[in-house]
T-cell receptor
Framework: EAQVTQNPRYLITVTGKKLTVTCSQN?????MSWYRQDPGLGLRQIYY???????DKGDVPEGYKVSRKEKRNFPLILESPSPNQTSLYFC?????????????FGSGTRLTVV | DAKTTQPNSMESNEEEPVHLPCNHS???????IHWYRQLPSQGPEYVIH???SNVNNRMASLAIAEDRKSSTLILHRATLRDAAVYYC???????????????FGKGTKLTVNP
């Protein structure tokens, strides 16, 4: 089944403890993105990648890192999580062929930082 | 990305058609109209997109006004599973400066009554 897989689905962690949220897609998509969703603020893009080793900042990149060493994987790294990074996170991917292609989203990772 | 305007909420009865409107008066000639929906506790899901002509797929139909300043997502027979937040998003066919993101507004929350 074509899908975007995120892990973990739920995570509670403490301030300052480094964590990684993994994202993997099996559709050979070039474009991948990370979004966070917060009440009243909607979905906002954190980082995106247009291909292997090509990444760029979205609208809210502070406190996050990403890497794209392989086409299928796009992990989101929080080096020193803080409570304001408590949020619902979504990874998404799409084929690169122009705006004629929609994004496939993962099921989300609910992160709580205490 | 150009701005879209959608009603905050709409209600429908099961097995009846639903017409979800979207206004995009500042749409440019190179903007695609994309629709996504987000079911409770899930990631956004691509529904349909179009440029100028009306479009149909297995999920829905998209009717685009002749001047392209508005569009309507049509669910032909609403089911309880269609209860979700529906987002209308404009995507420029020309990726400006390499930026690649979806700009989500607040969307329309659709309630389907049994």
């Amino acid at each position: 089944e074509a899908q975007v897989t995120q892990n973990p689905r739920y995570l509670i962690t403490v301030t300052g403890k480094k964590l990684t949220v993994t994202c993997s897609q099996n559709m050979n998509h070039e474009y991948m993105s990370w979004y966070r969703q917060d009440p009243g603020l909607g979905l906002r893009q954190i980082y995106y990648s247009m291909n292997v080793e090509v990444t760029d900042k979205g609208d809210v990149p502070e406190g996050y890192k990403v890497s794209r060493k392989e086409k299928r994987n796009f992990p989101l790294i929080l080096e020193s999580p803080s409570p304001n990074q408590t949020s619902l996170y979504f990874c998404a991917s799409r084929f690169r062929g122009g705006q004629n292609y929609g994004y496939t989203f993962g099921s989300g990772t609910r992160l709580t930082v205490v | 990305d150009a701005k879209t305007t959608q009603p905050n909420s709409m209600e429908s009865n099961e097995e009846e058609p639903v017409h979800l409107p979207c206004n995009h008066s500042t749409i440019s000639g190179t903007d695609y109209i994309h629709w996504y929906r987000q079911l409770p506790s899930q990631g956004p899901e691509y529904v349909i997109h179009g440029l100028t002509s009306n479009v149909n797929n297995r999920m829905a139909s998209l009717a685009i006004a002749e001047d392209r300043k508005s569009s309507t997502l049509i669910l032909h027979r609403a089911t309880l599973r269609d209860a979700a937040v529906y987002y209308c998003i404009l995507r420029d066919i020309i990726t400006q400066g390499g930026s690649e993101k979806l700009v989500f507004g607040k969307g329309t929350k659709l309630t389907v009554n049994p």
